[in-house]
């Protein structure tokens, strides 16, 4: 098969599914634009929905704003919310191949591409003796497929340090390529470019939230002092920092800490989870009377309040609570499970979580994967620039890394079993929409445990053996 053969056909080149057809083209491009050894140099046609069809063809675009797509495929076969792959015959031709990439809206359009780049071409790489050789896939005529897809949780987030990201461009592109589509971004200081990093994510369709202390300080556990004069005078704080820091800023919601990551559950005599939930409920009315479309996010560490959630039931329904700290992995920094008691407490917690607050406004953090050096650690000293870092220090980063991601790599695949009954239970008795969030440094690369996560937030239905080998197949991966 020529490679000059194949084009894309396209029906606009704006917004998220131009970003689909750049990562279209230039995954293609890695199979048809070069010849192994010879210096004879192809492009890839992109033409205009209406052009004439060639052999064999990419057919991308949104679904009621495609003609052509809508004669290959029918409405109904595609999931409301997800995204349809189909390789069918060209009816003009027996030995062409059309590849169908559609969906009702734009992300769900970048993640098709990514489906059948990640997914189909592993799956169906031609054998040649005893050699999987995907290389090769266009070499011969593309097995008929259809594949749909939607998310099992709407909203799949990462939280992250700022200052850990080298790259913000590549993290964004490595989000997107893992189907994660909400980047929460903790700086002590906001970035002097943080409107480039929001247009940026914005493009791909991740929003972007803030993060930034409502009392949190280092651990919280040099906090003594959470009287109501205490609290009064830090909610001025909080709500001056907004306005003068965030609001000129068009980030997509704020996301704090407040002094609740400790294990105690009182600080001098004050209940924690009292004082919080005043301290978040005033602010909160504060900030919303004043900018009524504001989302708020609430990153709240369950090892202080565990036992008082009848405290935390009362706090402003318009306000998110990511939960995070549960008890055992996935919610817990070590990659394994100490014991299967341990693992069936936290999913009996996980149940109050989900029914607290008649299950609205409710997100739950995995951890369990690389995090920054704590030991190590330094607090940012300024307003600095986010993730415009030379490739000196983000390779010296990500060799550091990358022997430990090595052992994550190895924790998730023989524990990563205990996500998917984690996320499981969670679909069968979550009363609303659930935030699933990873948190941990994924500068560098996608790893394992990284796209692991990102594919069981969207389909935790197969069994883990069959995602562990679908994940693990992908060339974007790294184990």
Request: with cysteine.
């Amino acid at each position: 098969m020529k490679q000059t053969e194949w084009k894309i056909i396209y029906t606009n080149y704006n917004g998220i599914t131009k970003n689909a057809i750049k990562l279209l083209s230039a995954e293609a491009g890695k199979y048809l634009i070069r010849e192994k050894g010879v210096y004879r140099i192809h492009v890839l046609p992109c033409e205009k929905e209406g052009s004439n069809l060639s052999k064999n063809a990419f057919i991308i675009g949104l679904y009621n704003e495609s003609a052509l797509i809508r004669k290959f495929i029918k409405e109904d076969e595609i999931k409301k919310d997800g995204f349809a792959v189909r390789v069918v015959k060209n009816p003009c031709d027996d030995e062409g191949r059309f590849v169908i990439l559609t969906s009702f809206n734009e992300s769900e359009l970048y993640y098709a591409v990514v489906s059948f780049f990640d997914d189909y071409i592993s799956k169906f790489a031609p054998k040649h003796g005893s050699n999987r050789m995907p290389d090769l896939i266009f070499d011969s005529l593309l097995p008929e497929y259809t594949y749909t897809e939607a998310p099992a949780f709407k909203r799949r987030s990462i939280f992250t340090w700022g200052h850990s990201i080298n790259n913000y461009r590549e993290y964004i592109d490595n989000m997107a390529r893992n189907k994660y589509n909400e980047l929460i971004i903790w700086n002590d200081h906001v970035p002097l470019n943080i409107d480039e990093v929001i247009e940026y994510a914005h493009s791909y369709g991740i929003s972007v939230n803030l993060g930034y202390s409502w009392g949190w300080i280092d651990g919280c556990g040099k906090i003594t002092d959470i009287s109501d004069e205490t609290l009064y005078k830090l909610k001025n704080e909080i709500v001056d920092k907004y306005e003068k820091e965030y609001a000129p800023h068009k980030c997509d919601g704020i996301y704090f800490q407040s002094f609740t990551e400790r294990f105690d559950s009182y600080i001098g005599t004050r209940l924690i989870a009292e004082a919080v939930t005043s301290l978040v409920n005033n602010t909160s009315a504060e900030l919303l009377s004043k900018y009524p479309d504001l989302k708020l996010q609430f990153g709240l560490h369950a090892s202080s309040v565990s036992k008082h959630l009848d405290e935390i039931a009362k706090v402003d329904k318009r306000v998110e609570i990511l939960w995070e700290d549960c008890g055992s992995f996935p919610y817990h920094y070590n990659s394994f499970v100490e014991s299967e008691d341990y693992f069936e407490n936290t999913l009996a917690f996980t149940d109050k979580l989900l029914a607290l607050r008649n299950g609205e406004g409710v997100g739950l953090v995995f951890k369990g994967v690389m995090m920054l050096d704590w030991t190590k650690f330094v607090d940012q000293r300024g307003v600095y620039i986010l993730g415009e870092n030379c490739i000196d220090t983000a390779d010296h980063d990500r060799e550091i890394r990358r022997k430990a991601w090595r052992l994550y790599s190895r924790d998730w695949m023989n524990n990563g079993g205990y996500v998917k009954k984690t996320l499981a239970h969670i679909l069968n008795n979550k009363l609303g929409e659930v935030n699933m969030c990873i948190a941990g440094t994924f500068d560098g690369g996608i790893y394992l445990p990284f796209a692991l996560c990102g594919e069981m937030f969207r389909n935790p239905f197969d069994e883990y053996e069959s995602i562990l080998s679908k994940v693990s197949a992908r060339t974007s991966v790294e184990i």
